[in-house]
């Protein structure tokens, strides 16, 4: 038996997924859009079927999913999610299929698809392939760099302040691969797909939100040193793990994590006294040690809840100025390490800050 059928087998909770359908030249809603659901793997024996209504939603249905506490513990091997495929057809519109749609367990999973008008070229079927989670897969580690890049280089473009941008521009493969597709994605849109991709949905609020910012702090080092483009790129950011996060064409996101990018997409962290966002480097620090950077797989609590922290374990806030310096206690392979963080806000969510990181 297949590790993917195997997974399948074992799937005794349950998860939810709603399917949102538009067109990709207007973004108008497509209604009655006929969607067939089945086992990644399996695709001949469908499990479900169900149609968009006038706002191109369909209703939120339950599908079966691995225990919860298999994207809860570190030690935990077997795959967390369960993968269905999705055939999406509508009239008037090139049918689309996707491969790999995550399931996990007791969180809601947003399925966003975006169709072609039909035309008479005859264009053979859309099909799109989600690989593995990053927490699951095999992908390169990331290449290290200077958290704070220098701005004083003659003729470097540089923002003169830090912006959040509306859309970033996404290289889907590493920075000299020519033939890879640039993606104009929304800002947003891009964290929940990146946050979707390296962290599960079961996770704890707070500790979503320390990696989410972390992801948002990265990729705004990233949009105000404009790092590709001083590289003579034509691109914001890449998709390659080696350089940057893993972003993935027409994944699904989760309800968990969306809420808690549309609270923080203004927020990143800084050093005190230097103007660009951090690059928060991290990695999970099971398949990938990175001693000197951030690690979310940090030992487990007694919930039985790991802290999925960024090796964030205890955080002390001081007000000084209007500005709060966050003193960050890091543990990385036993050694303690201070990082002293300036976490910029517009508005004082004090409250959420002082109680970002759970510790034990």
């Given at each position: ?19 949102n359908?538009t ?5 108008f809603p ?20 169900i149609?968009t ?9 339950e ?14 091997d ?14 008037g519109?090139?049918p689309?299929?996707i ?20 035309d008479?070229?005859?264009e053979?079927d859309?099909?799109?392939?989600i ?15 200077a ?6 280089e003659?003729?470097?473009i ?6 959040v ?6 290289h889907d ?5 020519s ?6 994605v929304?800002?947003k849109?891009?964290i ?5 991709s390296?962290?599960?949905?079961t996770w704890?609020?707070?500790t ?38 893993k ?8 309800d ?10 203004a ?13 928060t480097?991290y ?13 979310f ?30 003193v960050?206690?890091?543990?990385f ?28």
């Amino acid at each position: 038996m297949s590790q993917l059928r195997a997974m399948q087998t074992e799937a005794v909770d349950r998860g939810t997924l709603q399917i949102n359908v538009t067109s990709s030249v207007n973004a108008f809603p497509v209604e009655r859009a006929e969607i067939s659901i089945s086992y990644t793997g399996v695709p001949e024996s469908t499990l479900e079927k169900i149609q968009t209504d006038s706002s191109g939603q369909t209703e939120t249905i339950e599908l079966a999913a691995p225990p919860e506490e298999w994207s809860l513990d570190i030690e935990e091997d077997r795959q967390p999610y369960s993968e269905y495929t999705l055939s999406i057809k509508a009239p008037g519109f090139e049918p689309v299929n996707i491969a790999g749609t995550e399931i996990l367990a007791n969180v809601k999973a947003i399925q966003n698809i975006q169709m072609k008008p039909a035309d008479v070229s005859g264009e053979e079927d859309q099909v799109f392939v989600i690989p593995a989670h990053t927490l699951y897969g095999d992908y390169p580690p990331k290449i290290a760099e200077a958290e704070i890049k220098p701005v004083t280089e003659t003729g470097e473009i540089v923002l003169s302040r830090v912006v959040v941008p509306e859309y970033i521009v996404v290289h889907d493969g590493s920075p000299r691969d020519s033939t890879a597709t640039n993606y104009y994605v929304k800002y947003k849109d891009y964290i929940k797909n990146v946050a979707s991709s390296e962290i599960y949905a079961t996770w704890p609020e707070n500790t979503i939100r320390a990696n989410v910012l972390a992801i948002m702090s990265f990729t705004l080092n990233r949009v105000y040193t404009e790092w590709y483009r001083n590289k003579g790129y034509d691109f914001t950011i890449t998709s390659s793990t080696a350089f940057d996060h893993k972003w993935i064409p027409e994944r699904n996101i989760f309800d968990s994590i969306s809420v808690i990018v549309d609270e923080l997409f203004a927020d990143y962290l800084s050093r005190p006294n230097v103007r660009q966002p951090i690059l928060t480097q991290y990695c999970d620090g099971r398949r990938v040690s990175c001693p000197n950077w951030l690690t979310f797989l940090q030992g487990h609590t007694n919930t039985r809840k790991p802290l999925y922290l960024l090796g964030l374990r205890l955080v002390v806030v001081i007000h000084f100025k209007c500005v709060f310096f966050f003193v960050v206690y890091n543990f990385f392979n036993n050694a303690l390490q201070n990082f002293i963080l300036c976490h910029i806000i517009d508005r004082l969510r004090i409250y959420n800050f002082i109680n970002i990181f759970d510790t034990v």
